[in-house]
């Protein structure tokens, strides 16, 4: 885990729970003579602006996005064979919803491989597309500020992949 001294405003962030967003500023309040440093994230794509504690940085998972050896090694693991799971799908999903809120980009390359699904739309509950979409945008948005791409090219390099599975 990167130290929560190395952040600085401007930098990209993923916070587990919501994806990759930027560091817009650190605010200081003073709060009964305590200063407290906030770290302001911004997800501008889900209009949403997260204030964090500098000093809970670390315990929520607040990480840098992922350098390009790590990003190729998920994109690559996206061309493995799947095996097709037998268990419950409630159990499943919860296993699937806890990798995507690692925040891991390797956990969320296994969930995009293990609920793809090649023009087979309607053998998917709903719910098995809705978390194969959230993983799939997360995933997307850090491979583009990864390889300084727009989000649609990215999208179509993580499908190129899929489709040589």
């Given at each position: 885990m990167v130290s929560k001294e190395s952040f600085r405003v401007g930098d990209f962030v993923v916070y587990p729970a919501h994806g990759v967003g930027k560091l817009k500023e650190i605010e200081k309040y003073d709060l009964c003579g305590t200063v407290v440093e906030l770290l302001v994230i911004e997800?501008?794509?889900?209009?949403?602006?997260l204030k964090?504690?500098?000093q809970k940085a670390d315990s929520s998972g607040l990480r840098p996005?992922?350098?390009?050896e790590e990003m190729d090694a998920a994109l690559s693991s996206l061309k493995k064979a799947t095996n097709k799971k037998k268990?419950?799908?409630n159990r499943r999903a919860q296993e699937y919803e806890s990798?995507?809120?690692?925040?891991e980009v390797g956990s969320l390359a296994d969930v995009i491989r293990e609920l793809h699904r090649d023009g087979e739309v309607g053998d998917q509950s709903y719910?098995?597309?809705?978390?194969?979409?959230?993983?799939?945008?997360?995933f997307v948005?850090?491979?583009s500020i990864v390889e300084e791409v727009d989000e649609e090219t990215a999208s179509q390099k993580?499908?190129?992949m899929l489709h040589v599975a």
């Open positions: 997800f501008s794509r889900d209009h949403m602006v964090l504690p500098k996005v992922c350098g390009k268990s419950m799908w990798k995507i809120n690692s925040g719910s098995e597309r809705q978390i194969y979409q959230l993983a799939f945008d997360r948005r850090e491979l993580v499908h190129e």
